[in-house]
């Protein structure tokens, strides 16, 4: 439905896009917040510098990767290596509160909205703020959460205590062998919750946030809808971007916005209706909490 050649960038001045977006806000009978990396990545949970050689120093200097991504591909030679690197990684991502109060902030924004979020982050920010369960849907998956690795079952398993008990029993780099997890079924190795292949588990809570999304978008689909794309990459753009594009064009209420350090875009066709900041999200949200402050 949308070219390449009609995807465009917005000249609008930085303050007049700022006013728009607190009129949607403010109008908007919905709001369905499309949340990626780059959301989490304003909230101060980078995976490179200074915050990696806070928690990885010791990892990088002994196994040669620089940053929190490559570490998790890394070939290490034994499970308790592994899962020594994941176990410091999941807590500083997962159980570790972000730096900066960007998600607090956008909270503040839509908790008197009839909102819904579509997220592929996997850090669990949206819940540790108090955004309602009901209205969250984690497409990817959850770092607080093991799954079988064959699988055997569509079930997922809370990590918090053993990944609590592997971080403060850890030495050089290595859990105890006692503390690999296993699958409680059929006694293979357990893995994250996180969508990389087909062995990726959708359990019942997973189906029943896709329901309750899905059940919301029929729901609000002829009315004044705002949908806000925070930090979408094209990694995955057929989640969020290309649903949000579609269903704004499907919809002559509704109007999209994107906030994106240097890809927010939109395509010609909702051009009228597309309000695209690109910028540091925590600073855009900020400017607008301030606006309605005024």
Not at 121 to 137: A, E, I, P, S, T
């Amino acid at each position: 439905m949308f070219s390449r050649m009609s995807i465009m960038k917005s000249t609008e001045p930085y303050s007049q896009q700022i006013k728009r977006l607190k009129a949607a806000l403010d109008t908007a009978d919905a709001v369905v917040i499309g949340a990626g990396a780059g959301l989490s990545t304003s909230a101060g949970f980078t995976y490179t510098g200074e915050r990696f050689e806070q928690y990885f120093s010791d990892f990088a200097q002994k196994y040669g990767f620089r940053d929190m991504y490559s570490g998790g591909f890394y070939p290490y030679g034994t499970q308790e290596e592994y899962w020594a690197y994941w176990s410091r990684y999941i807590t500083v991502n997962r159980y570790i509160e972000p730096p900066k109060p960007v998600y607090q902030d956008l909270l503040e924004l839509v908790k008197d909205k009839d909102y819904f979020v579509l997220t592929t982050n996997v850090d669990h920010c949206f819940q540790k703020v108090g955004f309602d369960k009901k209205r969250l849907f984690y497409t990817q998956g959850d770092y607080g959460l093991f799954q079988c690795s064959e699988p055997c079952c569509q079930e997922t398993f809370d990590n918090e205590g053993v990944i609590k008990a592997m971080m403060e029993q850890q030495r050089d780099m290595r859990i105890p062998s006692s503390l690999i997890p296993r699958c409680p079924y059929c006694g293979k190795p357990l893995t994250m919750n996180l969508r990389a292949d087909d062995k990726f588990v959708e359990d019942e809570g997973w189906h029943i946030a896709a329901e309750r999304y899905s059940d919301y978008l029929r729901r609000h689909e002829n009315l004044t809808v705002l949908f806000l794309e925070l930090g979408v990459g094209y990694n995955t753009p057929v989640i969020i971007k290309y649903p949000f594009w579609r269903m704004t064009a499907a919809n002559q209420k509704a109007i999209y916005s994107c906030i994106n350090f240097g890809e927010a875009v939109y395509p010609q066709e909702i051009e009228k209706r597309s309000i695209c900041i690109d910028g540091d999200i925590g600073t855009v949200l900020s400017a607008i909490s301030k606006k309605y402050k005024n």
